[in-house]
């Protein structure tokens, strides 16, 4: 697929995808566009099925992306499920939705972190108005959801009730070449941090912004992203340019996931300060890599420092800033305990043939 700017929910779909095409045939719908962008994807046929990879694709354009046109779809391809990889999306949740009520019982929806607090912040009202009248309409009534994590089991269930058919399934990762090695060797007194996220207010760019003032080490910050609130990146943009000389930060913008992976392997760590994260696509490919990572809380990925896998903090700018000032002043050595750390973690937790299973045993 060429989408890559929404993040976690398309890699979510191609590693599935990938990790699970010896097992099913997968038909996946979606627009001529990628996030934000005003023009549609260059040298792609558009509202025809097309072979890729392993896979087929459809792109429609928006005149297309209709209930009639999803109707029509279902109705050509008699899939065994369907699987909606969005809540709030009008054209590509909410419309298949309304048009495949006679599939109940064989739809899957993962909300995609949409259901957390702070999501939920964003439009707040315009929100709370859909989920009411959702629940009113019976939107949702045979809807099978799945959620990657306990904690978004419980916000499906605090928002949707304790009724619903709940599947938790954690996400598949990107799979990797395993002839990937880091490439970054590590000084004392100075450290290559990598942020990978939309520029948007719930990733929290400002917030990390203050706590780099705070840390008296030679950093460089590269952040990878599509610009997604503008507003609020022109206040970030102010911020930056406040900060002290010993910080040094760099905008790389967009990059394709195989440019994501050649970048995670020439940083030290990755740091994320997101208000939400339902799983976090980024922080699971970094401990892939042997790159360890300085996250919130508000991830499901805990336990992390005593794996010498990174750290796991509260969203406080002391704590922060000690952190990442503490693998700074690491030299090459004691750093490699960390490297090793992060990749055993992720051996640890991240079981794919479970996973794999789960899901095979979801579909059949």
């Known amino acids: 697929m060429p989408a890559y700017k929404a993040g976690g929910p398309i890699s979510s779909v191609l590693n599935l995808v990938n990790h699970l095409s010896g097992k099913f045939n997968f038909f996946i719908v979606t627009g001529d566009r990628d996030l934000g962008d005003s023009k549609s994807y260059e040298n792609v046929e558009f509202n025809v099925w097309v072979q890729v990879n392993n896979y087929k694709v459809i792109y429609l354009t928006k005149p297309n992306q209709n209930k009639k046109k999803y109707s029509s779809i279902c109705n050509n391809i008699n899939p065994d499920y369907v699987y909606l990889n969005s809540l709030f999306s009008y054209r590509f949740s909410i419309l298949p939705l309304l048009s495949l009520k006679s599939k109940n019982g064989s739809i899957f929806l993962s909300p995609r972190g949409m259901f957390g607090p702070r999501s ?60 990937n090695k880091p490439s970054a060797l590590k000084e004392e007194g100075e450290i290559l941090l990598i942020c990978i996220c939309r520029i948007s207010p719930i990733k929290n760019i400002n917030f990390l912004f203050d706590v780099l003032e705070n840390v008296p080490s030679k950093v460089s910050l590269s952040i990878v992203g599509p610009i997604e609130d503008k507003g609020y990146w022109n206040k970030c943009l102010v911020r930056l340019n406040k900060l002290p000389p010993n910080i040094r930060i760099k905008y790389i913008g967009e990059k394709s996931p195989t440019s994501i992976s050649n970048l995670l392997l020439e940083h030290h760590c990755l740091v994320s300060t997101s208000l939400n ?85 979801l579909f059949c």
């Open 120 to 179: 939920l912040k964003v439009k707040f009202f315009k929100k709370k108005v859909f989920l009411y009248f959702s629940k009113v309409i019976g939107l949702y009534k045979n809807v099978r959801w799945i959620a990657s994590s306990e904690i978004e089991q419980k916000e499906i269930f605090l928002n949707m009730g304790n009724s619903v058919e709940i599947n938790v399934i954690p996400n598949l990762p990107i799979k990797q070449n395993k002839n």
């Open 277 to 361: 994260e339902n799983y976090g696509h980024s922080i699971v490919e970094a401990l892939s890599l042997s790159c360890p990572v300085v996250v919130s809380n508000h991830s499901p990925w805990r336990d992390l420092e005593n794996h010498l896998a990174g750290v796991n903090l509260d969203l406080k700018t002391n704590l922060y800033a000690e952190k990442i000032n503490f693998f700074a002043e690491m030299g090459q050595d004691e750093f490699v305990r960390y490297r090793n750390g992060a990749l055993d973690y992720f051996n640890k937790k991240i079981d794919l043939d479970i996973f794999k299973d789960s899901y095979i045993k």
